[in-house]
């Protein structure tokens, strides 16, 4: 078959189809074709041939379809049907539509970030192979970036005309005759409508073919007076997000159109005709505008082949109110056959410049359920969570096919939680790799979130068959909270891995779960601290199931009350005695102001002992008062050396029982070495030595018994009695003069220096208690606050030294105040003493 000779054919039909590529010219029978905004064109058309076609002539094919030159459509061939074939030709359809409906071919899952929705709408339109001239934004606003717009089952085709009508953008069809295609022009004020497009209002009369339109009919209806918008923002969670817009029309209107959860950052000003762009106020008058497109509807009737969605028609002549402004056309169908005259059907609406058309906005797709994601760090294998700084994770969802870089599949989702506060919650962060399951608000595509994670083949889970009795929180760096149900070996233990430390409370197992003791471990490889503002009271004294209270120390206060009494009874009897008494007056005060509340004090009480032991040194040091008591019996056992020491006193006490003071080996030495040294016994006092006993006085020596005396000193023996002098000896021998040197101790503390100082109020001489200095000599470096009376500690010197006495009246809180009557006179008497407490 020739192509020249099969193209060669004449037709007389005033419609022509022209199919690229296609071997034949088809000569039209009829056509039906429908054109509206924000939607493809498609006209069906049906021709003869004398010729047999394949469907691989047709389909897919590029096409042109002209009106008798008045119009002209370009499109490609998405439909070919055989009807019918005779001996003279045979009969076919096809369908001719805009390449926009080839989109509709597309099923997919998408996800869009940081893009707007005209970015959004070209990138898709990029990927079915339309270029630039393909395409025109006309828009008069600017549109911001979104986080996320999400294509959910929906047909590329679908997927724009919903994001462009939920912005109130529509599209129309223009012819480009140079490439012979289509273009989609989009737009989104009445400044993209088409305008000058004018025809006679007249009916269609005899034999004239000259354009017009006729037939108007107009349908009215009552809309919502306003359109009312509300969304919650968790980034601005107080913020409000309402916004109510009422665009001004003649329409009949009542109610309101209500809608929650458009995704807009700002609430945007009600009043401004032009709110900023997506804010709360502009879905509000987008969908009002919406609601007043339905409130007029118009059909006319014409023959005129160039008119299309998108233009302004201005009937001329007598025409209805309605029609006095111009009718936007956005809904056209066109009938026609190669023996009839064309008909066209215009649906429309009213032309007014105080809203503009916006297309219907479909249902957005919802995702009811869970998909299933993995978190996604900028690092593969990161040890640390990859959050933001409102705690958000980055996920990568199995459904989506992108490449997006790592770290940048999503956008930043929030992870539901247990609990939730202001300063306070429950976040366990999820590492790179955790399987999680991604929710929906409401089931909107656009407003994700992390419902739950869940364990894999990757991640097996803590609690299996094997443990099925435990109940395990254990994080990323083997921090652990493990509870055992099993019965009879119930227990808790919280373990790190830093220092091995861990509290173990219950039936004390070891990493196999094998028993290693019962109640309760606290263990660490490093240092431990136990640290209380107010008191601290340990006891070995159990409280069954808890039943008492906390602080319970009836018993112990008891035990130290009665040692407390005993003490004191002895201390009286001390007194008696004339020996040292105790300070039971700071012990009571500590009992009462210290133990008793439990007032900044450590505690520790066992019923039938407490034991402190240490492999090196025990030390026990007080600032002020060290007290010991005990009901029975004082042990003090060592090994070397045992010293005690007293700046001040230091006496000894038996109250029934014999003092005993002995030595097993070495020497046992006793010195006043700055004062007097008395013995006295109610009783025979004994000396005794299994050798010698030797009596030095460096002045002298005296012994008296019942009043006869003896006296020895330097170069003179005295002796007398007031009654007999006996003396029996076997002889009696006199010599020469002689002295015996003795050698006499030495007393290191008699021939050294020591000095205190008083502190005394410089307006009233009285001594300053409790006000803080320090002293500085050779020894060293003593501070502290006076005692009562005023008096620092005593300091020490082997030599006469300058002792340096530093006070700190910076530390010492005294208020001044000099009062006089108005008679400067007469003092002025201040007591203060109601008022001595000090000021929060």
């Not at 270029?131 to 006309?138: I, M, S, T, Y």
């Not at 035990?559 to 004191?568: F, R, S």
């Not at 008591?629 to 006193?649: E, H, P, Q, R």
């Not at 070495?673 to 006295?680: D, F, K, V, Y």
Request: hydrophobic residues 35%.
């Amino acid at each position: 078959m020739e192509h020249a000779a099969i193209t060669g054919d004449i037709s007389l039909s005033r419609y022509y189809l022209d199919i690229n590529g296609c071997p034949v010219k088809p000569d039209v029978l009829i056509f039906r074709g429908r054109e509206a905004l924000s939607k493809p064109f498609s006209w069906r058309i049906e021709f003869t041939t004398p010729y047999t076609l394949q469907r691989e002539d047709i389909l897919m094919k590029y096409a042109r379809f002209d009106m008798n030159g008045r119009k002209t459509i370009y499109g490609v061939i998405t439909r070919f049907a055989w009807l019918s074939t005779n001996a003279d030709q045979s009969h076919y359809a096809v369908t001719l539509e805009s390449r926009l409906a080839l989109l509709s071919l597309t099923r997919r899952c998408a996800i869009f970030q940081n893009q707007s929705v005209p970015e959004v709408v070209e990138q898709v339109l990029r990927a079915h192979g339309l270029e630039g001239p393909d395409f025109e934004f006309r828009l008069s606003r600017e549109y911001p970036y979104r986080d996320i717009i999400t294509q959910w089952r929906e047909t590329d085709l679908e997927f724009i005309q919903r994001i462009l009508a939920e912005v109130g953008i529509w599209f129309r069809f223009a012819m480009n005759d140079a490439t012979e295609l289509d273009v989609v022009v989009f737009g989104d004020t009445q400044l993209q409508y088409e305008f000058d497009i004018r025809l006679p209002y007249r009916e269609p009369s005899g034999l004239s073919a000259k354009e017009s339109v006729w037939g108007v009919r107009t349908w009215h209806t009552v809309v919502p007076g306003l359109a009312h918008v509300n969304r919650y923002n968790y980034r601005s969670a107080t913020s409000p997000m309402q916004a109510q817009v009422a665009v001004r029309s003649e329409a009949v209107t009542t109610g309101e159109h209500y809608r929650y959860g458009d995704l807009y950052q700002e609430e945007g000003d009600e009043r401004d005709p032009e709110p900023a762009t997506e804010s709360g106020a502009f879905y509000a008058r987008i969908d009002h505008e919406r609601e007043l497109n339905k409130s007029v509807r118009l059909h006319l009737f014409s023959n005129a082949t160039h008119l299309a969605p998108g233009q302004v028609l201005e009937p001329q002549g007598n025409v209805i109110t309605a029609l006095k402004n111009g009718v936007l056309m956005t809904l056209l169908t066109y009938r026609g056959a190669r023996d009839s005259r064309l008909h066209v059907s215009v649906w429309g609406q009213p032309y007014t410049e105080r809203y503009c058309f916006r297309p219907d906005c479909p249902p957005r797709p919802e995702i009811h359920g869970t998909l299933p994601a993995r978190v996604e760090s900028r690092e593969k294998h990161d040890i640390y969570a990859h959050l933001d700084e409102y705690g958000r994770y980055r996920v990568r969802l199995d459904v989506d096919r992108s490449d997006s870089e790592r770290g940048f599949g999503y956008v930043w989702l929030r992870m539901a939680k247990p609990y939730t506060a202001e300063d306070a919650g429950w976040h366990m962060p999820l590492i790179d790799g955790t399987e999680v399951a991604i929710a929906w608000r409401h089931g909107d595509i656009n407003q994700p979130y992390i419902a739950y994670a869940l364990h894999d083949s990757e991640h097996a889970d803590v609690v299996n068959r094997d443990n099925r009795s435990q109940n395990i929180l254990r994080t990323a760096g083997d921090n652990e909270l493990r509870m055992e149900d099993r019965r009879g070996e119930e227990h808790i233990a919280l373990t790190t891995p830093y220092g091995a430390s861990q509290l173990n409370e219950g039936q004390v197992a070891d990493a196999q779960g094998k028993p290693r003791g019962a109640g309760f471990e606290l263990r660490t490889d490093e240092y431990g601290v136990i640290r209380v503002a107010k008191g601290l009271f340990i006891t070995a004294e159990g409280q069954v199931r808890a039943a008492g209270e906390v602080l319970d120390m009836e018993t112990a206060l008891k035990e130290i009350a009665l040692c407390l009494q005993q003490i004191e009874e002895l201390s009286r009897v001390a007194e008696q005695a004339q020996a040292l008494q105790a300070d039971i007056a700071s012990q009571t005060a500590m009992f009462n102001e210290r133990l008793r509340p439990l007032n900044q004090m450590i505690h520790a009480y066992g019923p039938q002992g407490v034991a402190f032991t240490s492999g090196e040194h025990m030390q026990l040091a007080a600032a002020k008062n060290v007290a010991i008591n005990a009901g029975g019996d004082i042990s003090v056992g060592v090994m070397g050396n045992m010293t005690a020491l007293a700046g001040d006193k230091l006496g000894l006490f038996a109250h029934i029982g014999p003092l005993s003071l002995k030595s097993g080996e070495g020497p046992v030495g006793m010195q006043a070495q700055n004062g007097r040294m008395s013995l006295a016994a109610q009783k025979k006092l004994t000396i005794t030595s299994t050798r010698d006993i030797s009596f030095a006085g460096k002045k002298r020596i005296t012994l008296i018994g019942g009043g006869s005396y003896l006296k020895i000193e330097q170069g003179k023996i005295e002796y007398g009695t007031t009654g007999v002098y006996l003396r029996r000896v076997p002889r009696t021998y006199v010599g020469a003069a002689a002295a015996m040197a003795q050698e006499m101790p030495v007393m290191p503390i008699a021939d050294g220096y020591s000095e205190f100082f008083i502190v005394r109020d410089q307006a009233t001489n009285k001594p300053l208690a409790g006000f803080p200095y320090t002293l500085t000599f050779s020894g060293g470096t003593l501070r502290g606050e006076t005692d009562a009376n005023g008096e620092t500690l005593r300091a020490w010197s082997k030599q006469s030294e300058e002792i340096a006495l530093t006070p700190h009246p910076e530390h010492f809180r005294r208020e001044c105040f000099s009062a006089s009557y108005w008679d400067s006179r007469t003092s002025l008497s201040l007591d203060f003493s109601d008022y001595d407490k000090e000021e929060n």
